[in-house]
């Protein structure tokens, strides 16, 4: 049984998801820092540009490579620019499921790209990995975040109860940990909508999943695995039976 996922790059019309590498340090250090990101992720405060190496050169390839899941850098398909993290994580090969968290840079807010890099992941993981079940947790005051899971057809399952800790900004300026509920989202293969549009709407003002973890380890070269709206129709029949720690 497959324990890895390979190593792929995703495009959509207007995005690139991609393996991290050392040329994002500075935009992911900055990205990170924001107040957003503090105050709902579980990431370093202040997140420095060490911290950023480390993530980009090791541990966001060791997800992949340990098979715990796979972190894509989401860049713009014209500039380049790093857009976001979208993470797949806690995968259980044998039930096919895993959860997703995402992160979306200040600038970036607002465009949509949240929805539509990680609806794109989540076709890439039914159709070509053919997983039966992808999860996102949410704190219950992102509204954000949650605005994303609904955009992607997630269905709201529940409510685990005082399960998780957020930070919240002092007068002072200083960040103290809450705790908070979480809300339980669920995407199946078919809830998809196929004939969604990537650039819609708004909502994806901000959102996390950054978990850490620390492993020496790279691959070279990955597949490319290109994706559109329409992909989904033409993709293979599944077997029967088979911007998450976004707080």
Known sequence: MTTTFPDVTISTDRLVLRPFEEEDVTALTEMMNDEHVTAWTSVPHPY??????????RVSHAERTEG?????????????????????????????????????????????????????????????????????RTAADNTA??????????????????????????????????????????????????????????????????SVGYADDRSGGHEDYRIRPSDAKAAPSRPTGTDTMTR
């Open 48 to 57: 420095t540009r060490a911290d950023a190496v480390t993530w980009a050169t």
């Open 145 to 210: 975040s949650q605005q994303v899971a609904q955009k992607i057809g997630c269905i709201s399952e529940g409510v685990l109860r005082n399960a998780c800790i957020v930070r919240t900004q002092n007068p002072d300026g200083s960040w103290a940990d809450t705790r908070s509920d979480l809300i339980v989202w669920g995407l199946v293969p078919e809830d998809l909508d196929e004939d969604d549009d990537y650039a819609d709407g708004y909502g994806d003002e901000y959102a996390d999943g950054y």
């Open 68 to 136: 715990r899941g796979i972190v894509l850098a989401v860049t713009e398909f014209l500039t380049q620019r790093l857009v976001g993290i979208v993470h797949l994580q806690h995968t259980d090969w044998r039930t096919r499921a895993t959860e997703v968290g995402y992160v979306t840079a200040p600038w970036a807010r607002g465009e949509g790209y949240a929805s539509e890099s990680v609806r794109a992941v989540a076709r890439w993981l039914f159709t070509d990995q053919r997983f039966e079940r992808l999860e996102l």
